[in-house]
């Protein structure tokens, strides 16, 4: 099956740096990935659409500029936010969309757990 | 607005009971329902997905869901659970664009 890659796996940085994730379609190509993010004990909440080639779409509430979205090519979507502070501790997840269908199947991450302290 | 409604919270079950996890959903076009489950320490997999057809679907693991229009709902169920189906399960609706709009997620323990 369609595997996706997620890396870090955890990291905890310092209040005010910038921590990069990356999520990585391993064996198919994905012209949209999509980044959620969990906490505990709650749903996935969508928080941007990212399509290869093009700006990311965020979903509303969500600070276009605290949480870039680059989608430099078709296996690969980065997640940066920046200027980390300890509410933007959660977990994050990131989804694949295999082929260019709108309904096709998403495939997850194993997600990503950020710590800012 | 869409949105989707799972009723339980935390569901114990000892092992062989029956399952039944209620989801309602609230979106006024044409629905793709699924149910993933994610277990302890690993990433959300999908157990089943109605598109069209068969309002019963058959998924992964013995599980399976009806969606029932009239009702919008879309409750998954098992026979009998085993230890190994302790997880977090969300059911999801795909909405406009294809976005994943998931429930808040229902924990089920199940006792051996």
């Known amino acids: 099956g369609a595997v996706v890659s997620q890396h870090p796996s955890w990291v905890i940085c310092k209040s005010g740096t910038s921590v990069k994730i990356e999520c990585r379609s391993l064996d198919f190509q994905a012209t949209t990935m999509f980044w959620y993010r969990q906490f505990p004990k709650q749903s996935l909440m969508l928080m941007a659409t990212s399509n290869e080639g093009s700006k990311a779409t965020y979903e509303q509430g969500v600070e276009k500029d605290k949480f870039l979205i680059n989608h430099a090519s078709l296996t690969l979507s980065t997640l940066t936010v920046t200027s980390a502070h300890p509410e933007d501790s959660s977990f994050y997840i990131c989804?694949?969309?295999?082929?260019?269908?709108?309904?096709?199947?998403?495939?997850f991450g194993p997600g990503t757990r950020l710590t800012v302290l | 607005a869409q949105s989707v409604s799972q009723h339980n919270h935390h569901v114990i079950l000892s092992e062989a009971a029956s399952l039944e996890l209620g989801c309602n959903y609230s979106?006024?076009?044409?629905?793709?329902l699924f149910w993933y489950v994610q277990y302890p320490g690993q990433h959300l997999q999908l157990l089943l997905k109605y598109f069209s057809g068969d309002p019963l679907v058959k998924g992964i693991k013995g599980f399976e869901a009806e969606f029932i229009k009239s009702k919008f709902s879309f409750n998954l169920r098992k026979p009998s659970v085993q230890w190994s189906d302790t997880a977090e399960y969300f059911c999801?609706?795909?909405?406009?664009?294809?976005?994943?709009?998931f429930g808040q997620g229902t924990e089920l323990s199940v006792k051996p």
């Open positions: 979106y006024g076009g044409t629905v793709n």
């Open positions: 989804s694949a969309r295999a082929g260019g269908g709108a309904y096709n199947e998403q495939f």
């Open positions: 999801a609706v795909n909405g406009q664009g294809g976005k994943l709009i």
